[in-house]
């Protein structure tokens, strides 16, 4: 039997640096997708949405620090709350976390159908210098749905560095959950990533933007096989995808459009593919 997960991608827009209005609007777009879409499992917001946060509408002092909240804490209470209302899983992006000694990071979240915080991930890379937030210290997770597969999560730039989307592949990653809030020329870049980290895990990639004031949008999903689900425009859209995480089991065990078996050559990898790490991890002792 198939493993399915239907999952909906709801590329949105914030209410300009005003979270209490973004999180009304986000309550309203979780009761209308339970209701127009029912057989959707996941729902998936953008990054920072829940925070309001608009690149290029004039950051407002101190803005993400007032924003800021601890995890768990009150905010992911009220996420939970709405997850548990509608009954489904739902990733609500990331938002600002007020984490030790003041720093704040810029972390993802998931909540179960019951409510409880499923996962929490602090961006490993922050898109510096225009993102100030600190970077995260732990690898970017992944979870269990139950009777249908592992997932993952990384945010937004984290998509142009290969170790993360191939540390959730050595995990189980069947399925890579990406939020993102790009309105930079270089989404056009970001649509070749997905499909690449895709076809270099052989794992599904659903990477869903925001449509802020200016640019965003483009919302992409890709197979195993890299081949495109969907590409949204930039406007406002909600976009239901079925995905068969046996699909994913089938391509690595009998490789890409048959041939190249990816994922169990790189597990059998000899040392020497792996030297040029070495540098990069002696400096970090």
Known sequence: ????????GAQVRPV????????AKFEREVRLARTAFRDAGMLLFPELYLTGDDPFAGEPSGFMARVAEPVPGPLTERIGKVAARARRWIC????????????????????DPKGALVTSYRKLFPWQP?????????????????????????????????????????????????????TTPDREQELVLARANAIANQCYVLNVNAVPSFGGGRSIGADPEGRVLFELGQTEEFVLETVDLDRVTHVREHGTRGVSRVLQHIEAAPKAALEPYRRLLGRRR
């Open 92 to 111: 609500p992006g990331s938002i600002f976390e007020r984490g030790r000694g003041g720093r704040i990071y810029n972390t993802a979240l998931v909540f």
């Open 16 to 23: 300009t640096f005003d979270p209490e209005a973004t999180f």
């Open 1 to 8: 039997m198939s493993r399915l997960l239907t999952v909906l």
């Open 130 to 182: 225009h993102e100030t937030a600190t970077p995260g210290d732990r690898p970017a997770p992944v979870f269990d749905i139950p009777r249908v597969g592992r997932l993952g999560v990384m945010i937004c730039y984290d998509g142009w560095f290969p170790e993360v989307a191939r540390g959730l592949a050595l995990k189980g990653a069947e399925l890579i959950l990406h939020p993102t809030l790009t």
